[in-house]
């Protein structure tokens, strides 16, 4: 079958180590269920894997994509969730130690067929298309725990998004701004403040710039290039949450307006399966929809994973096999 996959870890050249191509069936092993994907959505979790980051040598080749749409054995259109834990862990998926995401130990997405645990499936409501419901296992889901779980935030606050052009930023301005809160975004680039109103910022600044007031939630995902923003962005008693660190991973922690201002840091990682079926339900119920920088075939991914690593997009990229 067609899939995209990485034949080697090349952190200077991600894309030399892009491979579309045949590769075997994955297997499905008893309690396991095969999808025909319909749609698939890139993420920079893909572009990290061809880095060598999150998955070694010895794992290789592997099919790329955390994220897929499409329809199982039974003929049920279902979103895949990517959290895969161990069989007899309970609870969060994201809290098992042992856990993986689909293309770190099992196949992923990127491919015209993907095998995963059958409690992973989550029914897609006939009111998303498969390239909607296929940006949403992780970007969307990503942001849906940050903005509402972790950051709990309320009607009426103001959050902050760095980096508005990203997977998960562009998610997290559509959410807030459904869920009433006041949304900041930031970014490098002219277009993608415009873009980020369009989603529902209430304004959109340049990355780095002096804002009008305090924040009560900033949701990062850009790492070092905005933390020191993102922390002097925050009102005391705000909360920090961040799941990414795309620009580096060694900002100064500023310990002492941490603890002088008692904000709260908080990790997030992807989300749970029930998490997940609560976002298609506010899809679902809302109207909100992912914004799709651009959908191409499978065959031509490699125009999809440049665009990303040079940084262009706004929004998601999807593929269809
Ligand atoms: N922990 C998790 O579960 C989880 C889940 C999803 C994603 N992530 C991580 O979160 C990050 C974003 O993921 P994504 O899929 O949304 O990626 P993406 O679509 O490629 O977005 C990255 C965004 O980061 C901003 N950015 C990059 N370098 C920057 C720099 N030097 N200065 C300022 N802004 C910069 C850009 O925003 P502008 O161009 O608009 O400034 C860009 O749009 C990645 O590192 C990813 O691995 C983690």
New binding site residues.
């Given amino acids: 079958m067609l899939a995209a996959y990485a034949i080697q870890a090349n952190s200077d050249d991600p894309l030399a180590a892009l491979e579309v191509g045949d590769r075997p069936e994955p297997e499905a092993p008893d309690g396991w269920a095969t999808v025909t994907v319909r749609a698939a959505s890139l993420?920079?979790?893909d572009l990290?894997s061809l880095r060598g980051v999150g998955l070694s040598e010895d794992r290789l080749p592997m099919i790329l994509g955390c994220d897929a749409a499409g329809v199982d054995e039974e003929g049920s259109e279902v979103i895949v969730h990517s959290v895969i834990s161990t069989p007899d862990w309970r609870g969060d998926e994201t809290l098992d130690p042992k856990r993986t995401l689909l293309s770190e130990l099992h196949p992923g997405t990127l491919a015209e067929r993907v095998a995963v645990p059958r409690r992973n499936l989550v029914p897609k409501p006939e009111s998303l298309s498969f390239e909607e419901g296929a940006c949403l296992p992780?970007?969307w889901l990503?942001a849906y725990r940050m903005l509402f779980v972790k950051a709990a935030a309320q009607p009426g606050q103001t959050v902050l998004v760095?980096?508005?052009?990203?997977?998960?930023?562009t998610a997290a301005i559509a959410l807030g701004r459904h869920a009433g809160l006041r949304v900041w975004a930031?970014?490098?680039?002219e277009d993608?403040r415009a873009a980020a109103k369009e989603l529902g910022a209430d304004e959109a600044f340049e990355?780095g710039a002096r804002l009008p007031e305090r924040v009560d939630a900033v949701l990062e995902?850009?790492g070092e290039?905005?933390w020191k923003h993102s922390l002097r962005a925050l009102k005391p008693g705000g909360v920090l949450v961040v799941?990414?660190?795309?620009?580096g991973q060694a900002p100064s922690a500023e310990l002492q307006r941490m603890f002088f201002l008692q904000l709260r840091v908080l990790g997030?990682?992807?989300g749970t399966r029930d998490e997940l079926a609560q976002l298609v339900r506010m899809l679902d119920l809302s109207g909100v929809r992912p914004r799709i920088d651009r959908v191409l075939p499978l065959r031509d991914a490699r125009a999809g994973f440049a665009a990303?690593a040079e940084?262009s997009?706004v929004g998601k990229v999807v593929f269809t096999p």
């Fill in positions: 993420n920079h979790h990290w992780t970007a990503t760095q980096g508005a052009g990203g997977g998960v930023a930031t970014s490098r680039d993608k990355t995902t850009v290039a905005t799941s990414g660190a795309t620009s997030s990682t992807m990303m940084g997009l």
